[in-house]
């Protein structure tokens, strides 16, 4: 099932599309069953960013109800990334810190986040990297097309994201891989 919304950018667009056009987060068929027509089932609620006064929290997340087999599932708007406290935009800043060469420390420091967090994000990064990249440029040849080396200049395609991340957020890339059906972090 495909569990980002892309095209919502923003809380504030989330906001509006749940005011004015909520169906955009019906999924098409319970990713359990496969059986279609899924219900509204209400809301659960959701911190969007850590941010410690900001009036978007909590912000609201619609729910699906299977009629076949009971159970219920959500899509998340592209701006909040699944299973992450953070939002895409502190995690593009940490990989592309990390991609121009920046220490796990320095990076720390300007995001003010732990450095176990920085180094975990960039390790999962980089065991991910090679099916992310084999996934992009099989969908898009012309982004392998943009770097100099054919082979992405290392494992972790640093040149391919180097590429990738100027003119492409990582919550519209991250919101591709999923729509392809890989798992993003």
Known sequence: MVRIVSGIATLHQHREALCHAPDVYRPPACPHCGLGGLWSHGYYHRKADRAPRSLENPVPIPRFLCRGCQRTCSRLPACIAPRRWYDWATLQQVLAGRLAGASVHALSRACALARTTVRRWWRA???????????????????????????????????FWRACLTHTPLQDVMALLDADGVTVP
Do not use: K
């Open 125 to 159: 990064w980089r065991s991910r990297s090679p099916l992310f990249v084999f996934t992009l440029c099989s969908r898009f040849p012309e982004w392998g097309r943009e770097v100099d080396n054919p082979r992405y200049v290392g494992a972790d395609g640093a040149a």
